[in-house]
C-alpha cells in the first residue's frame, strides 16, 4: 500500500481554471505538508497541517487554499491557475510535530498550466 | 528564506567510484535528511540524522551529521547504475511549538556512466 498517495499524477488545465489534488497518507501520522518543486527541481514548503490545524503558511499567493477534513487526509485547492503555477505539487507526511520525525513524501502531482 | 548550500551541483562519474557530497547552513538544524529523487516521483528518505556528530550507514550510503549541527554530509560507495538520481540534503528544526517543516537544498545531480 502506497503511504502517502496524491492525485492525480497528472494535471494539464488553461489559465483561470480551478483545480484541486487529493492527499492522503494511511501511516497515522499527525502533520502533513505541502511542497513545490519548481522547473530547478527546488522544493520549498507551503503549507503544513497538524491535526487539521494549519500550522505553516509561507508566502504563497491566497489564490492557494489547503483544505484538512482530517488528520489523513489535505486537499490542494487552486484558484484561477496562471502559468506560473505549472510546477510538480508534494504532499509529505509525518508522524508528530517534533524534530525527530522524518517526513515521508508522495509521488508528486505534475501540474502544467497552458 | 533559508536555504542550505548543497554542493556539488551535478556530478559526472565512472560506475564503481565514490561519491561525495555535502550540505552547508548559515543556521543550526535538529536533523539532516538525505533523500533521493528518481526522475517522475518523489523524493525517498535515504538516511535521517539526529544527533550532532551522528555517522549512520545504509548500504553503501553514509552520513554524518555535522558537530556544528550546520552541515552533513553523504558518501556513497561504489557507485551502481541505479544510483543516477537526484540527491537533497533537508535539514529541520526545533522552534517553540514545533518543528518547521523542511529547508532543502538545491540537489546533486548524480550521473554515472557505465
Known amino acids: 500500500d502506497t503511504a502517502v498517495s496524491q492525485t492525480p499524477k497528472y494535471l494539464v488545465t488553461q489559465m483561470g481554471n480551478d483545480k484541486s489534488i487529493k492527499c492522503e497518507q494511511n501511516l497515522g501520522h499527525d502533520t502533513m505538508y505541502w511542497y513545490k518543486q519548481d522547473s530547478k527541481k527546488f522544493l520549498k514548503i507551503m503549507f503544513s497541517y497538524n491535526n487539521k490545524e494549519l500550522i505553516i503558511n509561507e508566502t504563497v499567493p491566497n489564490r492557494f487554499s489547503p483544505k484538512s477534513p482530517d488528520k489523513a487526509h489535505l486537499n490542494l485547492h487552486i484558484n484561477s491557475l496562471e502559468l506560473g503555477d505549472s510546477a510538480v505539487y508534494f504532499c509529505?507526511?509525518?508522524?508528530?510535530?517534533?524534530?525527530?520525525?522524518?517526513?515521508?513524501f508522495g509521488e508528486g502531482s505534475w501540474l502544467t498550466v497552458v | 528564506g533559508q536555504q542550505l548550500n548543497q554542493s556539488p551541483q551535478s556530478m559526472f562519474i565512472q560506475e564503481g567510484e565514490d561519491v561525495s557530497m555535502n550540505c552547508t547552513s548559515s543556521?543550526?538544524?535538529?536533523?539532516w535528511l538525505w533523500y533521493k529523487q528518481d526522475p517522475g516521483e518523489g523524493p525517498v528518505l535515504l538516511i535521517a540524522?539526529?544527533?550532532?556528530?551522528e555517522l549512520t550507514s545504509n548500504g553503501r550510503l553514509t552520513a554524518q551529521f555535522g558537530i556544528t549541527r550546520k552541515d552533513s554530509f553523504l558518501n556513497i560507495s561504489a557507485s551502481i547504475p541505479s544510483d543516477v538520481g537526484i540527491y537533497f540534503c533537508a535539514g529541520r528544526k526545533y522552534s517553540g511549538g514545533g518543528a518547521d517543516g523542511l529547508t532543502f537544498g538545491k540537489g546533486t545531480h548524480l550521473i554515472i556512466q557505465p
Open positions: 540524522l539526529y544527533k550532532a556528530g
Open positions: 543556521s543550526i538544524f535538529n536533523t
Open positions: 509529505a507526511s509525518s508522524q508528530v510535530r517534533g524534530a525527530g520525525n522524518t517526513i515521508y
